[in-house]
Every structure is written in structure tokens, then in C-alpha cells.
């Protein structure tokens, strides 16, 4: 398999799976956001470091210069808050915000490629930013809020995926690295809640307890094939396979959890079907030309 068919089937992975998180994150509805938050720092971070040591065997030092050590501090950081925020609206049933920031999150990635890699903007990706601005700032004036979350989530991501891009270090020791920024944090967070009796831990919950444990899974294993496949394929590319986790997540959020769709939430969403399809045509004229 060529490496470019590799990128294109590990990234489909990656957004399948991050489509159908809303199940896994529901199922832990009980337990604080941030809570979740930090088990879910602290069991990826062990789980990395496993998965390096045992698929690799070396060092992380022969993968990871420290000059890029402060710049994996902030991928970490973008990680964490992306993470957070995600966690924070799926169980407090902003599934469909959610699914939103991800459905223009692939639009910003053209934007960013454009800005700073290099990456040609066509007349019709223009276009496709076009009807992206306007569906936000429709749902803007019509809902009367700005959908703070679904751009918060768009943003955060896509400089995460640009950084990661630019760095161009090995995807596995990258994720480890910046798992291991992150866990001190959230190791002091869970034992200053077991020390006050408000952690989740402290009420014997065999089920919560399995489910805490395999955050750190569910986590790694789609970050690892979004970075893998992030080395193989273009930004743009990347960005295009995106459409199968919001649609997930959208489909959740309207059948299964009976989320409120308004008019403003129609129209908005529109917009950026309609602006994606441009984009989509556009991207599979430039492969067939390729």
C-alpha cells in the first residue's frame, strides 16, 4: 500500500472514531468535565508511554530535539483545551455546536495551509470560506450568541493540526511527549479530589472506573492515526476526510439525543454543507487532474 493510500485509511480511522465519541463521553455523563478531562490526560499519557516503549524501543530523545520541546508544550496545551472543551459540550448537550466546529474546522484548514504552508487557495476554496462566514455569522445575528464553542473547537484544532504539520516530527513520539507535559496537572487534580472525597473514584463505580481507564485509549489511538496520517497526506486532504466525524457526531445529536435544530442552526448548517461541497468538488477535480 503506497504511503498516501496509508494517510488516507488512517485518517478515516482516526475520524470514525472521533465521530461515534459522543457515545463513549455520554456513558460518564455523571462524572465532572474536568474531571474526565483529567483521567483522560493521565491514562493517554501512560498508555503513550507504553506504546512508545514497547513499538519503538528507544529513547524519545533520538525522535524529539529539545528545541521542540516548547513548541510540543503548546500542541499539548491546544490538545488539552480542544479535549476539554469537546468533553465540556457533548454532556451538557452541545452535540450539535460541537459537531459544527468540526464541520468548519476543514475550511480553516485551507486557510491556515494557505497562510502558512504554501498551500494554493483556489477561486472555489474561496469561495467555500464564503459560505462558511456567512452561515456563522447568520446563526450569529438570528440565534442572537455566537457559536463561541463550535469556533473555539475549529480554531483550536486546526492550529494543532498546522503545528503538527510544520514540526513534522514522528507522530508517536510527538503524542508521547506531549501527553507527558500534560499529565502532571492532571495527576495533582485527581489526587487533590480523592483527598476531598469528590472525585468519581472515591464512590466504587466498577463501570466509571473501567470507562476513566479507557479515556486514555480511546484518546491515543485516533490522535496517533490523525498524526500518522497527518505526515502522508496533504493538509487539505487531511481537512476533506474530516466531514466523517461531525456528520457522526450530527447524526447523534439530532436521532439519538433529540437535540433542539432551529432555524438558525438550519440555515448555518447549510451554509457550510454548501460550502464543503464546493470544497469537495474542488478537491476531487485537483486528484482527478493529479
Known amino acids: 500500500m ?47 508511554v507504553l506504546f512508545f516503549c514497547v513499538y519503538k524501543g528507544v529513547r524519545l530523545r533520538s525522535h524529539i530535539a529539545r528545541r521542540h520541546l516548547p513548541w510540543l508544550l503548546l500542541t499539548g496545551t491546544l490538545m488539552t483545551f480542544n479535549w ?26 485551507v486557510l491556515l495551509g494557505t497562510l502558512f504552508l504554501r498551500e494554493r487557495l483556489t477561486r472555489w476554496q474561496l469561495v467555500a470560506l464564503a459560505f462558511a462566514a456567512a452561515g456563522v455569522v447568520y446563526f450569529t445575528v ?24 510544520k514540526l513534522a516530527l514522528d507522530a508517536t513520539a510527538a503524542l508521547t511527549v506531549e501527553t507527558i507535559w500534560m499529565m502532571p496537572p492532571a495527576l495533582i487534580y485527581i489526587v ?17 472506573y473501567v470507562l476513566l481507564l479507557g479515556a486514555g485509549v480511546v484518546t491515543a489511538v485516533p490522535l496517533l492515526l490523525f498524526g500518522k496520517a497527518a505526515e502522508r497526506i496533504p493538509l487539505s486532504t487531511l481537512g476533506f476526510l474530516q466531514y466523517v466525524s461531525p ?11 433529540h437535540e433542539s435544530f432551529t432555524s438558525a442552526h438550519l440555515v448555518c448548517f447549510a ?15 485537483k486528484l482527478k487532474s493529479q
Open 2 to 48: 503506497s504511503e498516501y493510500r496509508k494517510g488516507l485509511l488512517q485518517g478515516f480511522l482516526c475520524y470514525l472514531i472521533w465521530g461515534l465519541f459522543p457515545l463513549y463521553w455520554k456513558m460518564l455523563q455523571s462524572v465532572d468535565s474536568i474531571e474526565i478531562l483529567a483521567h483522560r490526560m493521565l491514562w493517554s499519557c501512560l498508555f503513550m
Open 84 to 109: 476539554g472543551l469537546y468533553i465540556w459540550a457533548i454532556n451538557h448537550h452541545y452535540i450539535l455546536e460541537s459537531s459544527l466546529g468540526y464541520y468548519i474546522n476543514p475550511l480553516l484548514n
Open 142 to 165: 438570528d440565534y442572537g450568541r455566537f457559536p463561541i464553542i463550535s469556533v473555539s473547537l475549529a480554531t483550536s484544532f486546526a492550529i494543532y493540526g498546522l503545528l503538527k504539520k
Open 192 to 208: 487533590w479530589l480523592c483527598l476531598h472525597g469528590q472525585s468519581a473514584l472515591c464512590h466504587f463505580d466498577i463501570w466509571i
Open 247 to 257: 456528520t457522526g457526531q450530527f447524526l447523534l445529536g439530532i436521532l439519538l439525543y
Open 271 to 285: 451554509c457550510i454543507w454548501i460550502g464543503l461541497i464546493i470544497y469537495s468538488i474542488d478537491i476531487v477535480r
